[in-house]
């Protein structure tokens, strides 16, 4: 039985480890941006890392890949229509390509913004105009679709830009409007479960982060005007906070334990917030050292990451206090992993390798993108976040998808 058992238990740890290392969703596994891999490589070759596929053939759109089951998911444009693309994460085969709906027509850019949640054998993928589909990723059937105007919303002006968020059996939304800013709605069927009687304001471009605080299970989300805290169980308002900012609240927010962070661009700032018990918030500090527009903030230890406008910043997320800055690269956005930031410059598609540390701004290695798209809009620039999984960092350019090792030998 134990010469049975041993090599059982190791496959199951493989399994379990590999699975860790996908990246289903938005941000990530918990939506933190911060891969938990390890084995990375710590300095890259002259001319950046070795590039291991490209796709061509993605349309325009600014999606971020899902990574699950060594497929690569992302939302583009195809024809007259946004569709979901599923490609082989390892190699760039086209593998399915699903019409979704109308592409989002807008100066900045057309096309989709949120990346897909992929949710065992299905993906859930909103459009830029608010259509949001649940797919069998199996046979590409569309097993149902609701749109954002039927739950009471209305089009943001940059287009709906949120990655939707499953948790459990539930498929959570923003459409914002009078029927409830933030819908729940049953994952297997699209019918509401409930939406947010408690807050009805319009949506804007931020994505849902699960938590739970002071051991009650919540959605946390953002609009223009507040943040806020939503029951699980069924939509309750349980908290809100003003934080009222201007033009776009884009950026995710960031939950460690019973504290909440926002940061919003456009000269607005950050804020962070203590969750006490029966929902009282306690504000411990509101400034500006960090403005970030939208290529979002990772929170590594005590320390959070990023572009805050017009530098990259470190600040402490206990204390609000500005750490170190740096203009070593221009405003971009930002992912993590193994004690590494993937800073990726939106002007020139160049990416930096920078050590996480609350030292300063130590970049170790740095490349740019080549070749680049060809049919981004004027107006648009790279803003596809970079995302790392199962040794590989993959990013995106409108059409253009890259893979790249990244895997320590």
Not at 57 to 69: L, V
Not at 244 to 269: C, D, H, K, L, W
Not at 356 to 365: C, R, Y
């Amino acid at each position: 039985m134990k010469s049975v058992l041993i090599p059982f238990l190791s496959l199951a740890a493989v399994t379990s480890s590999a699975l860790a290392l996908d990246w289903p969703q938005w941000r990530g596994p918990d939506r933190t941006g911060v891969s938990k891999e390890t084995g990375l490589l710590k300095k890259w070759p002259e001319g950046g890392p070795q590039r291991l596929w490209m796709f061509e053939n993605a349309g325009k759109g600014y999606s971020a890949p899902a990574i699950k089951g060594g497929k690569y998911f992302t939302i583009g444009t195809r024809d007259d229509a946004e569709a979901l693309f599923i490609l082989d994460a390892n190699t760039g085969q086209e593998l399915r390509v699903v019409k979704i709906g109308a592409i989002l027509d807008n100066k900045w850019g057309d096309g989709p913004r949120g990346t897909p949640a992929i949710d065992g054998d299905r993906a859930y993928a909103l459009s830029g105009p608010g259509d949001l589909a649940c797919i069998s990723i199996a046979d590409g059937k569309v097993l149902w679709k609701v749109t954002m105007k039927s739950l009471g919303g209305s089009v943001p002006n940059w287009g709906y830009t949120e990655s939707v968020l499953v948790d459990g059996d539930k498929v959570l939304c923003t459409p914002g409007g009078g029927k409830g800013t933030v819908a729940a709605l049953n994952k297997m069927t699209g019918k509401v479960v409930w939406q947010s009687s408690g807050i009805k304001e319009p949506a804007h471009y931020s994505s849902i982060v699960g938590a739970t605080i002071n051991g009650e299970a919540q959605y946390v989300q953002r609009n223009e005007k507040s943040i806020f805290g939503l029951a699980a169980a069924d939509g309750r308002l349980l908290w809100q906070t003003d934080f009222p900012g201007r033009t776009a609240m884009i950026p995710t927010p960031i939950v460690s334990g019973n504290e909440v962070y926002v940061t919003a661009g456009y000269g607005t700032g950050c804020k962070m917030v203590r969750i006490e018990p029966g929902n009282k918030v306690t504000v411990v500090y509101e400034n500006k050292v960090a403005k970030n527009h939208h290529g979002g903030f990772v929170k590594i230890g005590e320390y959070l990451y990023g572009h805050g406008d017009p530098q990259w910043v470190c600040q402490n997320f206990k204390t609000g206090e500005e750490v170190w800055s740096s203009r070593a690269l221009g405003k971009g956005a930002v992912g993590a992993a193994d004690g590494m930031l993937y800073c990726l410059e939106e002007n020139t598609g160049t990416v930096a390798l920078v050590e996480a540390s609350p030292a300063g701004w130590k970049e170790v290695s740095r490349f740019k993108l080549d070749p680049q798209t060809k049919i981004r809009s004027s107006s648009g620039k790279v803003w596809t976040h970079p995302v790392i999984a199962n040794g590989k960092l993959y990013l995106r350019d409108q059409d253009l998808i890259y893979c790249y090792d990244i895997k320590a030998k």
